[in-house]
């Protein structure tokens, strides 16, 4: 029978899709339970390579001979050696192309809405990672926010679609991936936005981000707020785009709330989570559409792909913003934390321009599921 390869772009419009799609995973099984492909109605069967390295014969009655079959590994190599032993014995199978790591750097860019005056604005989906970016498109001009080290993507975009990058966010210091940003503002000229709070230790220059700033991108003010709103970090920034869009950083999810802890100081800032959350958003619209800088569970995605959601309606279904007593919120936030991102404290430094590791091992530090929820 045959073998291809599937790209990260197939694989992710199979989960826009709700496609079925069956994942053998031959990567070690504590690698494929901290992170795997995930989507509504993907299966998966993980068997290590080793344990292959003898046959397949054993595993074949496991594989669906009615559905598409992806074989998966961290880099490409034992996937297509495993699918090259599935094709010799009559199946019809595919390997992930570039492997988990490929999984893991895929951008896809989703348009989330027009603006009043006629620019637009773009979510780009790390699906593999649960990273959001933003694009604010106006009159030829766009801005980026909370843009991803794989710059590229943004810059091919904009150039696709006849924009100029002249301004570059991030709602804060990241500690769960490396920020394009300074990259970004560097090569195009772009001035390189950052909550002063979060950039004490900063080793470049930038643009400070404060409570009341608001930002013109075209020839027509689109009412960027920097809403200050700590609790994730000590600088956590909001904005508001076109008095529509609420940009929540990681302060607020979809499914949960932003955790505290990145620095080290969970019980000092949990109070300021819960004023951000609970105080000041409460003072905004409920009509404005929510957008966070990650998703934390495929169950988040909207019908497109997008990630999206009112602020009213997670007044009402989001746990996290439910919690009347004060004692009961602390104790969630502090006490259900899941484990620190990878290499957090090496991404936050990277960040901070204090470290400049080589691309090989930027991509070392940021493998593996984001973790910047309280769950």
């Known amino acids: 029978m045959t073998m291809k390869a599937m790209s990260s772009k197939e694989v992710t419009q199979k989960i826009f899709n709700k496609q079925e799609l069956f994942i053998l995973d031959v990567r ?16 998966h069967l993980n068997i290590p390579y080793f344990e292959l390295l003898d046959g397949v014969d054993e595993i074949l009655e496991k594989i669906p001979s009615d559905q598409d079959v992806l074989v998966v590994c961290a880099k490409e190599g034992s996937s297509v050696m495993v699918a090259e032993m599935l094709s010799d014995v009559g199946l019809t199978v ?64 904009a150039n696709k679609i006849g924009a100029k990058i002249t301004h ?14 300074r990259s970004i503002a560097e090569k195009t000229g772009a001035a390189y936005w950052l909550p002063p709070k979060d950039a004490t230790e900063v080793t470049f220059s930038y643009q400070p981000l404060e409570d009341g700033n608001d930002v013109e991108i075209g020839s027509v003010k689109i009412n960027i707020q920097a809403l ?21 950083g990681d302060i607020l999810f979809i499914d949960s709330i932003g955790r505290p802890d990145l620095a080290g100081l969970a019980q000092d800032w949990v109070g300021d989570l819960r004023e951000s959350l609970y105080k000041r958003y409460r003072e905004l619209s409920e009509e404005l559409i929510v957008l966070p800088a990650h998703f934390m569970i495929i169950e988040e995605l909207n019908e497109d792909g997008s990630v999206s959601e009112k602020l009213g309606t997670l007044f009402t279904k ?3 913003l439910n919690i009347e007593d004060e004692n009961e ?42 973790r910047c929820a309280v769950r």
């Open 28 to 43: 070690n099984e504590s690698d494929f339970k901290d992170w795997k492909i995930e989507g509504e109605n993907v299966e």
């Open 329 to 370: 919120f602390r104790k969630l936030v502090t006490e259900n934390l899941p484990p620190q991102p990878n290499a957090y404290q090496e991404i936050r430094e990277t960040n901070m321009g204090k470290i400049n590791p080589d691309e090989e091992k930027q991509r070392e530090m940021e493998i593996g599921p984001n």
């Open 94 to 157: 595919s390997y992930l192309e570039g492997g988990m790591k490929a999984w893991s750097e895929y951008l896809e860019p989703v348009k989330v809405g027009d603006l009043t005056d006629g620019g637009e604005l773009y979510q780009f989906v790390r699906i593999g990672k649960g990273c959001l970016s933003y694009m604010v498109v106006s009159n030829g001009e766009a801005a980026l926010i909370d843009a991803t080290r794989m710059t590229d993507v943004y810059f091919e975009f």
């Open 228 to 248: 200050y709103s700590p609790g994730h970090t000590i600088g956590s920034t909001s904005f508001i785009v076109d008095e529509k869009y609420l940009l929540s």
């Open 168 to 181: 570059v966010f991030d709602t804060h210091l990241h500690a769960d991936h490396i920020s394009g940003g």
């Open 318 to 320: 989001n746990h996290g």
